[in-house]
């Protein structure tokens, strides 16, 4: 049944369609990250920051661009932030994911040295909006975890 | 997914690989001390980290674990016989103490000297809570002996059993932190299987089949916090603990025994999946362990005379098609253990994990991976050692906690996730 012969003769053919991945920066520290990861080039994956007041979502280029049309065409949202942080926009993105059943993670970077504390303000935030939520000791988790999602 | 070189790396544990030479930083389980059970018993062959090996125990009660071959014309010395301190090779007489070194080569003169030239490879054995350990790195460097608390109770208080998976030890590793399958694979036996049924927190999961997951790095590996609702906008939390490399601790439930598994490479094809239960402060009652012997749990029936599950590939797993319909079980294999089991073998024997297609509650096994990778990286490149030698990664607990909504559950469970000599663990 799962010998090495058997495992040879699985079908090769593609079985998946691309996803579309929307990762957006909640925060100052957010932002950093996701900058330096976007800048790795990725095939599935548009990066963006809060504008001021959390109006909207800006791209890194620094245009305008509208929530609800970039979450209507995500398959999933990752919502990155720093411990202690205002990610009081993780409620605006999370209901217009809840809206149209768009799938969110949330990612907190550099939460080993977060004080209890800062790590519990952001986890307020998130939570509420996270199907999933990852607190990594290293940014450079964000580059394995897009990996892994084939962006 | 992974790339291919990754998925190589982090599967491939033969000798000189990246990933064996990390494993052989820790002392892993080989055998239970139940398999060499008398002084001057039969040897038992023993393969680990593709490495054919034997262990027997002498006539002044030393264990010894080396090459299987007789360094002669390389007969297996499972055909030895365990005679005055030695393994003696029955072709030609050749003998050997628990160390490898031949001490007779019956066919030159005593004083040549030669039986001193001829050692075979050996590793360390010992014992530690009805397992013996060895540790198969660099024998200027044992890390300390492992401190693992279902270890270090009285024997009264814990049980452990192991059992032949005819997969990589990665996938098995990983099913052990996929928490996302236990409400659907599983579904069927928390009323039912006397080592779950009855515990609060089973209602909890019940009530709430759509689970939270947060991942969190610790010192030694993991978290994976799995959260559902309960009461007063609280939530249920199930902390589940992977500490490097692979040791993994499922959440307890009432007052049963707590539980967890070793997936320890036989080679790149096999592994022993090692499965322990025990309670930190009370023995394990006689209907407990009357349920584990008769493969409840975590733990399986066997072919007999051998560490074969009673159910594997050979007969389907004994697929039960009317229990499936019925609702019994989810996928009509019988038993946690090898509801697991017989999945994780269906991926064959090592998954090409450049074709799977992760979703994001996979993060608990994305950042395992994550962790391997750049575990292994930093000890081949800069010598660092890994995370879970150390014994203090090691003395630790998973936990069942009703917590309040904003409280991080590494802070709301700080201690419990310790582990402290009599003390309760954390369960609901």
Same mark, same amino acid.
């Given at each position: ?43 599935r994956?548009?990066f ?8 909207g ?22 919502l ?19 809206r149209?059943?768009v ?26 909006w996270?199907?999933m ?6 940014d450079?988790y964000i580059?394995d975890?897009?990996t892994?999602?084939?962006? | 997914?992974?790339?291919?070189e990754?998925n ?34 039969p ?34 010395l499972?055909? +030895?016989?365990?005679e005055? @301190?030695?393994?003696? @090779?029955p ?13 007779? *080569? ?27 350990w ?15 608390e ?37 579904? +069927?036996?928390?009323n ?23 991942? *969190? ?9 799995a959260?559902?609702? =309960? ?15 692979t040791?993994?601790?499922?959440p ?18 096999? @592994? ?28 399986v ?9 009673l ?12 229990a499936q ?40 096994i ?13 000890? *081949? ?12 990664h ?12 904003? *409280? ?7 201690? =419990?996730?310790?582990?402290q ?8």
């Open positions: 049944m799962s010998s090495a012969a058997e495992a040879r003769f699985r079908v090769q053919a593609p079985n998946s369609l691309p996803r579309s991945i929307k990762v957006i920066a909640l925060d100052g520290s957010g932002e950093a990250v996701v900058r330096r990861v976007a800048a790795s080039g990725w095939r994956a548009t963006f920051t809060m504008e001021p007041g959390d109006a979502l800006s791209d890194l280029g620094g245009g305008r661009r509208s929530i609800a049309q970039e979450i209507e065409s995500a398959d999933l949202v990752i990155v932030a720093g411990p202690g942080g205002q990610a009081h926009a993780a409620a605006r993105i999370g209901e217009a994911c809840s149209v059943r799938m969110t993670t949330g990612l907190v970077v550099g939460g080993a040295a977060a004080s209890d504390t800062a790590l519990s303000k952001t986890l307020a935030q998130l939570r509420p996270s199907l939520l990852v607190m990594a000791g290293n450079d580059d975890m897009m892994a999602l084939r962006a | 997914m992974l790339k291919k990754q190589d790396l982090l599967t491939q544990t033969g000798p000189g690989t990246p990933m064996g030479r990390m494993f052989r930083c820790y002392w892993i389980p080989a055998l239970l001390t139940s398999e060499l059970p008398e002084n001057d018993c040897p038992v062959r023993v393969k680990l980290l593709s490495e054919r090996l034997i262990a027997f125990r002498d006539t002044d009660g030393r264990y010894g674990l080396m090459d299987e071959f007789c360094a002669h014309r390389g007969v297996s499972w055909f +030895g016989r365990n005055q @301190c030695g393994l003696r @090779c072709y030609h007489g050749w003998k050997y103490d628990v160390t490898g070194q031949c001490v007779e *080569v019956p066919s030159e003169p005593e004083a040549s000297g030669y039986a001193k030239k001829v050692k075979l490879k050996s590793y360390p054995l010992v014992e530690r809570g009805g397992i013996l060895t540790y198969m790195g660099p024998p200027e460097a044992p890390p300390p002996l492992p401190e693992w279902f270890i270090t109770v009285p024997p009264p208080q814990t049980f452990t059993t192991k059992r032949i998976q005819e997969s990589n030890w990665l996938q098995a590793m990983e099913g052990g932190i996929d928490s996302s399958h236990v409400s659907f694979l599983h579904r +069927g036996d928390l039912s299987d006397p080592l779950f049924k009855g515990a609060k927190g089973n209602q909890y999961n019940l009530t709430d089949q759509r689970p939270v997951f947060e991942v *969190v790095e610790s010192n030694g590996g993991l978290y994976i916090g959260r559902r609702n =309960a009461e007063g906008g609280q939530y249920y939390w199930r902390i589940t603990q992977w500490v490097m490399p040791f993994t601790m499922i307890p439930r009432g007052n049963h025994a707590v539980h967890g598994h070793f997936w320890i490479p036989i080679d790149d094809e096999n @592994c022993w999946t090692w499965s322990f239960d025990y309670h930190p402060i009370r023995q394990l009652t006689e209907a407990e362990l009357a349920a584990m012997r008769d493969g409840k749990g975590i733990h029936r066997y072919v007999p005379g051998t560490f074969r599950p159910a594997n590939k050979d007969n389907d797993y004994l697929i039960d098609r009317a319909k019925a609702g019994r079980t989810f996928s009509g294999v019988e038993g946690i253990a090898m509801q697991d089991a017989s999945l994780q073998e269906s991926m064959g024997p090592i998954v090409d994990r450049t074709k799977e297609n992760l979703v994001s509650t996979d993060n608990g994305i950042m395992a991976r994550h962790r391997l990778l750049r575990s292994v990286k930093a000890f *081949v490149e800069k010598g660092t050692v890994p995370p879970g030698v150390d014994t203090a090691q003395k630790v607990r998973s936990a069942a906690m009703v917590l309040p909504p904003d *409280v991080p559950f590494t802070e709301g469970a700080r201690d =419990a996730l310790i582990a000599p009599a003390v309760a663990p954390a369960s609901v």
